[in-house]
C-alpha cells in the first residue's frame, strides 16, 4: 500500500511549479475507507483533502487544510493523516455523507457556543441589573432625555465619587443600600474637605432612588430606571441639615466702578468670549448656559428677540424665554450671526458645539485677578457673581421683584405661572432691558447713572 514522505509532497509541489498546473496525489486505501489526497498548485502550496464515496455513489471531497512542513500555518503530513484516519473511522462506522454530518457537528458546536455566550451575558446583567451602578446611570440617561443641563455634572460626580472610589458599593443591589452606605460614602468626601460635593451628591443620589421609587408607576420616566424593587429612599435618611454647612451661598456682587473696570477690560480683549459675555450682561445677567445654547433660529430679526430654553427644575419641556434686544444687544447678536450663521449655535468656534461655560469662567477669572493685582477690584469674583451684580443693579433701580423674575426666568415654577398666568411681561423686559442698556452705557462712560422708577404693569 503506496504512502507518501515529505520528499514526495515537496516532489509533488516542485513539478506543479515547473509545468505549471496542479499534480494530485493519493494515497492508496483499502475500498470503502476513503483516500487522504494532496493537490500541488503551481504557486507554491499545497491542500489536503479526504475523498469518499456517498449514500448515492458520488465521489466527494473534504477541504482539510493547508500542507506546511513546520505545522505552524497549516497541517504537516502526519496531523492531515491524523485527521483523514479520524474520517476514514466515521465513513466506516455507517456515516456516509460526510459533509451533512460535519455541517450539522459544526451547527450543533455553534449552538453551544451561542447558548454559553447568551448564558454569560445573561449572567452579567443579572449580575448587574438592579445595581446602584445601574440605577445611577438610568438616572443619568433621565436627565440627558429631558435635557437637562445637569446631566454631565451628575454623571461625573457618579463616576468620580461612587463608581471609582466605592466598586463594592456600586455593585451592591440599589435595594440593598441603606443609610449607612451613602452616610459612609459622603463621609470620605467631607473628611477630605470637599464638604459642598457631598452636598451634591447627597442631593442627586436622592433625586436618583426618588426617580428609581416614581418610575413603576410613571411610564415617562426613562426604562432603564424601572424594575428595582425599591422600597425606601437611603439618601433621604441622611439629614440634608447637617450638609448645610457646605453650602457655599455667594455675596459678591461688583459695584459700578468694578463693572466699569471689568467692561474695559472686556473692550480691550474683543472676540467671540467678550461678545457672549457682553451679550449676558445687557440681557439682564442671563444664565451663561442657555444663553450659550442659542441657535440662529431662536433670533427674531423682526422683534428684535432671542428666545432662550429654560429647562431648570422639574419642568419635561424647557420654559421659552423670550427677551427683547436693546439696540447694544442687537448689534451683538447681529455680528455673531455674520459670523455664525451656518453654524449649529450663534455662539461657537467650531459650529456643532457651543463656546463652553468653562471657557468664559476662565476669561472672566482671569479678568478678576488682574483686577485685584491692579486694585480695581475689592475682591475676586466669578462668572455666577455676574448674574448677582445684573439683579443687584436693577433692585437698586427701582425693577420689581416680579419683573425681575420674568427677566431672569427664576422663581416661575408656582401653579399660577404655569397653569394661570399667560401674561407674557414684554412691555416690562423692554422698559427694564432699555433703562439697564442706558445704565451699562453710562457706567461704562463714566456718566453719573440716572434712575429709574418702579416699573409697573
Same mark, same amino acid.
Given at each position: 500500500?503506496?504512502?507518501?514522505?515529505?520528499?514526495?509532497v515537496?516532489?509533488?509541489?516542485?513539478?506543479?511549479?515547473?509545468?505549471?498546473?496542479?499534480?494530485?496525489?493519493?494515497?492508496?486505501?483499502?475500498?470503502?475507507?476513503?483516500?487522504?489526497?494532496?493537490?500541488?498548485?503551481?504557486?507554491?502550496?499545497?491542500?489536503?483533502?479526504?475523498?469518499?464515496?456517498?449514500?448515492?455513489?458520488?465521489?466527494?471531497?473534504?477541504?482539510?487544510g493547508?500542507?506546511?512542513?513546520?505545522?505552524?500555518?497549516?497541517?504537516?503530513?502526519?496531523?492531515?493523516?491524523?485527521?483523514?484516519?479520524?474520517?476514514?473511522?466515521?465513513?466506516?462506522?455507517?456515516v456516509?455523507?460526510?459533509?451533512?454530518?460535519?455541517?450539522?457537528e459544526?451547527?450543533?458546536q455553534?449552538?453551544?457556543?451561542?447558548?454559553?455566550?447568551?448564558?454569560?451575558?445573561?449572567e452579567?446583567?443579572q449580575?448587574?441589573?438592579?445595581?446602584?451602578?445601574?440605577l445611577?446611570?438610568?438616572?443619568?440617561?433621565?436627565?440627558?432625555?429631558?435635557?437637562?443641563?445637569?446631566?454631565?455634572?451628575?454623571?461625573?460626580?457618579?463616576?468620580?465619587?461612587?463608581?471609582?472610589?466605592?466598586?463594592?458599593?456600586?455593585?451592591?443591589?440599589?435595594?440593598?443600600?441603606?443609610q449607612?452606605?451613602?452616610?459612609?460614602?459622603?463621609?470620605g $468626601?467631607?473628611?477630605?474637605?470637599?464638604?459642598?460635593?457631598?452636598?451634591?451628591?447627597?442631593?442627586?443620589?436622592?433625586?436618583?432612588?426618588?426617580?428609581?421609587?416614581?418610575?413603576?408607576?410613571?411610564?415617562?420616566?426613562?426604562?432603564?430606571?424601572?424594575g428595582?424593587?425599591?422600597?425606601?429612599?437611603?439618601?433621604?435618611?441622611?439629614?440634608?441639615?447637617?450638609?448645610?454647612?457646605?453650602?457655599?451661598?455667594?455675596?459678591?456682587?461688583?459695584?459700578?466702578?468694578?463693572?466699569?473696570?471689568?467692561?474695559?477690560?472686556?473692550?480691550?480683549?474683543?472676540?467671540?468670549?467678550?461678545?457672549?459675555?457682553?451679550?449676558?450682561l445687557?440681557?439682564?445677567?442671563?444664565?451663561?448656559?442657555?444663553?450659550?445654547r442659542?441657535?440662529?433660529?431662536?433670533?427674531?430679526?423682526?422683534?428684535?428677540?432671542?428666545?432662550?430654553?429654560?429647562?431648570?427644575g422639574?419642568?419635561?419641556?424647557?420654559?421659552?424665554?423670550?427677551?427683547?434686544?436693546?439696540?447694544?444687544?442687537?448689534?451683538i447678536?447681529?455680528r455673531?450671526?455674520?459670523?455664525?450663521?451656518?453654524?449649529?449655535? $450663534?455662539?461657537?468656534?467650531?459650529?456643532?458645539?457651543?463656546?463652553?461655560?468653562?471657557t468664559?469662567?476662565?476669561?472672566?477669572?482671569?479678568?478678576?485677578?488682574?483686577?485685584?493685582?491692579?486694585?480695581?477690584?475689592?475682591?475676586?469674583?466669578?462668572?455666577?457673581?455676574?448674574?448677582?451684580?445684573?439683579?443687584?443693579?436693577?433692585?437698586?433701580?427701582?425693577?420689581?421683584?416680579?419683573?425681575?423674575?420674568?427677566?431672569?426666568?427664576?422663581?416661575?415654577?408656582?401653579?399660577?405661572?404655569?397653569?394661570?398666568?399667560?401674561?407674557?411681561?414684554?412691555?416690562?423686559?423692554q422698559?427694564?432691558?432699555?433703562?439697564?442698556?442706558?445704565?451699562?452705557?453710562?457706567?461704562?462712560?463714566?456718566?453719573?447713572?440716572?434712575k429709574?422708577?418702579?416699573?409697573?404693569?
Amino acid at each position: 500500500m503506496t504512502t507518501w514522505t515529505i520528499k514526495t509532497v515537496d516532489a509533488a509541489i516542485r513539478k506543479a511549479k515547473k509545468d505549471e498546473r496542479d499534480v494530485w496525489l493519493t494515497e492508496a486505501r483499502p475500498r470503502g475507507e476513503g483516500r487522504l489526497r494532496l493537490r500541488a498548485r503551481p504557486g507554491g502550496h499545497a491542500l489536503f483533502y479526504f475523498r469518499y464515496v456517498d449514500a448515492e455513489g458520488r465521489q466527494r471531497q473534504l477541504d482539510l487544510g493547508t500542507y506546511d512542513e513546520s505545522g505552524r500555518a497549516g497541517l504537516t503530513l502526519g496531523a492531515a493523516r491524523e485527521r483523514a484516519g479520524k474520517l476514514s473511522r466515521l465513513y466506516q462506522s455507517g456515516v456516509r455523507d460526510l459533509h451533512s454530518h460535519l455541517e450539522h457537528e459544526r451547527a450543533a458546536q455553534r449552538a453551544l457556543i451561542d447558548a454559553a455566550a447568551t448564558k454569560r451575558r445573561e449572567e452579567e446583567k443579572q449580575a448587574t441589573a438592579g445595581s446602584l451602578q445601574a440605577l445611577l446611570k438610568g438616572y443619568t440617561q433621565h436627565l440627558e432625555r429631558q435635557g437637562k443641563m445637569s446631566a454631565k455634572e451628575v454623571r461625573n460626580l457618579f463616576t468620580l465619587h461612587v463608581f471609582d472610589a466605592h466598586p463594592q458599593l456600586t455593585a451592591k443591589r440599589a435595594s440593598e443600600v441603606v443609610q449607612q452606605d451613602v452616610s459612609a460614602t459622603l463621609a470620605g $468626601l467631607i473628611d477630605q474637605g470637599k464638604g459642598r460635593t457631598a452636598a451634591k451628591l447627597r442631593s442627586y443620589l436622592s433625586a436618583a432612588f426618588t426617580a428609581g421609587l416614581q418610575a413603576e408607576g410613571d411610564p415617562t420616566i426613562h426604562p432603564s430606571l424601572h424594575g428595582f424593587n425599591l422600597k425606601m429612599n437611603p439618601a433621604a435618611l441622611v439629614p440634608a441639615k447637617s450638609l448645610r454647612q457646605f453650602n457655599r451661598e455667594r455675596e459678591r456682587a461688583l459695584n459700578e466702578d468694578e463693572l466699569r473696570a471689568f467692561l474695559k477690560a472686556l473692550d480691550e480683549q474683543p472676540g467671540l468670549a467678550a461678545d457672549a459675555i457682553r451679550l449676558t450682561l445687557y440681557l439682564g445677567g442671563q444664565r451663561l448656559a442657555q444663553l450659550l445654547r442659542l441657535k440662529p433660529e431662536q433670533f427674531d430679526p423682526d422683534g428684535p428677540a432671542v428666545t432662550l430654553l429654560d429647562p431648570k427644575g422639574k419642568r419635561l419641556q424647557p420654559r421659552l424665554h423670550v427677551l427683547p434686544l436693546t439696540d447694544p444687544a442687537l448689534t451683538i447678536v447681529k455680528r455673531l450671526m455674520q459670523a455664525n450663521a451656518d453654524h449649529k449655535y $450663534l455662539i461657537s468656534s467650531r459650529g456643532k458645539v457651543p463656546v463652553r461655560v468653562e471657557t468664559l469662567s476662565k476669561r472672566v477669572h482671569a479678568i478678576s485677578t488682574a483686577m485685584v493685582k491692579a486694585k480695581k477690584a475689592r475682591a475676586p469674583f466669578q462668572m455666577c457673581d455676574l448674574r448677582r451684580t445684573c439683579e443687584t443693579m436693577l433692585a437698586r433701580m427701582g425693577v420689581s421683584r416680579d419683573t425681575r423674575a420674568q427677566l431672569l426666568s427664576h422663581g416661575l415654577s408656582g401653579v399660577q405661572q404655569k397653569h394661570y398666568d399667560r401674561y407674557d411681561y414684554m412691555p416690562e423686559k423692554q422698559r427694564t432691558l432699555g433703562a439697564w442698556a442706558r445704565k451699562l452705557d453710562a457706567i461704562a462712560s463714566g456718566e453719573a447713572p440716572g434712575k429709574v422708577v418702579a416699573l409697573k404693569r
